[in-house]
């Protein structure tokens, strides 16, 4: 087992890891015009969310919320730019080279690179914006070991907040798996959050707690994550082609086109749910450490 007391197992160590994480996929985004720098900070992000949450005991009520706040907000900002990028990349690409005469396409893929590119602009001018710095410097704070609580230098409180974390997310999961089959698309949306909340957790007590248990807890449950990545990714095309859809006449034939898209990306995306409830009884029966 590490030992948390180490400069290297504090949660001051890991949290200041993931600033430094968000501040290079900052630069990234801002010489980058692909989806690849916008889904870095989006994971970035992300994990400074689920730390903040674990260790929320550990820290300072009002900082932790502020920062929070702050990161839930940048994370809607990164991500509404990433979804453009997957719509581009993923649908309207593909489409165009099955049907390179089709202006209707060709007018919704220029109308979609012309909203990528305003994001993306607004997007690079929020990340050097007050509320911006003013979140990195607050989450900077937290590499400090004395900024934090004294529990956060305990290897047996540290561990239980960790395993009791764990054991929250686990039963939230639950509650989503027990009707996988008859999930509609929101609700399954629900149980791949709660299913990344989990893997997000058992990360950060990996880091602190290496435990071969938690280490195959974590392979089972990304192969159960990575087999639903498909229908996370038609519901965000689907949403951002529905956000394009406000500005077009309805009878007009880019407005069918965006419609048929939608439909043929949610047909593609052929869940298995027998298959879904398989990998998801085997990811629970497993010890989480």
Same mark, same amino acid.
């Given at each position: 087992m590490t030992d948390p007391h180490s400069p290297a197992n504090h949660p001051a160590s890991?949290?200041?890891?993931v600033m430094e994480e968000i501040d290079t996929a900052r630069a990234f985004v801002a010489r980058d015009d692909a989806f690849d720098s916008a889904q870095a900070l989006r994971v970035a992000l992300r994990r400074l969310r689920s730390g903040l949450t674990l260790f929320r005991p550990l820290l300072p009520p009002d900082h932790n919320k502020a920062l929070l706040d702050d990161a839930r907000w940048l994370s +809607?900002?990164?991500?509404?730019?990433?979804?453009?990028?997957?719509l581009w990349q993923d649908t309207l690409t593909p489409a165009r080279v099955a049907l390179p005469d089709n202006t209707a396409l060709?007018?919704?893929?220029?109308?979609?690179?012309?909203?990528?590119?305003?994001?993306? +602009?607004?997007?690079?001018e929020l990340l050097e914006g007050e509320r911006v710095?003013?979140?990195?410097?607050?989450g900077r704070d937290m590499s400090d070991p004395e900024f934090w609580r004294p529990a956060a230098g305990s290897?047996?409180?540290?561990?239980?907040?960790?395993?009791?974390?764990?054991?929250?997310?686990?039963?939230?999961a639950l509650k989503h798996g027990e009707t996988l089959k008859r999930l509609d698309s929101q609700a399954r949306d629900s149980f791949r959050k709660s299913l990344?909340?989990?893997? +997000?957790?058992?990360?950060?007590?990996?880091?602190?707690?290496?435990s071969k248990k938690t280490k195959a807890f974590l392979k089972q449950l990304k192969k159960l994550l990575d087999s639903m990545v498909a229908a996370r990714d038609a519901s965000a095309v689907r949403d951002r082609l529905e956000d394009l859809m406000k500005d077009m006449d309805a009878a007009s034939p880019e407005h069918h086109i965006a419609n048929e898209l939608i439909k043929a990306k949610e047909a593609g995306v052929g869940l298995d749910h027998k298959r879904l409830q398989k990998m998801w009884r085997a990811?629970?029966?497993l010890p989480l450490y």
């Open positions: 890991i949290m200041a890891e +809607a900002e990164v991500t509404r730019l990433r979804d453009l990028y997957l060709q007018s919704l893929e220029v109308r979609a690179l012309e909203r990528i590119n305003s994001e993306r +602009a607004a997007l690079r710095v003013e979140m990195m410097a607050r290897q047996e409180k540290l561990e239980a907040l960790c395993h009791e974390t764990l054991e929250l997310r686990l039963n939230q990344r909340k989990l893997r +997000a957790t058992a990360e950060f007590t990996q880091v602190m707690f290496s990811t629970e029966t």
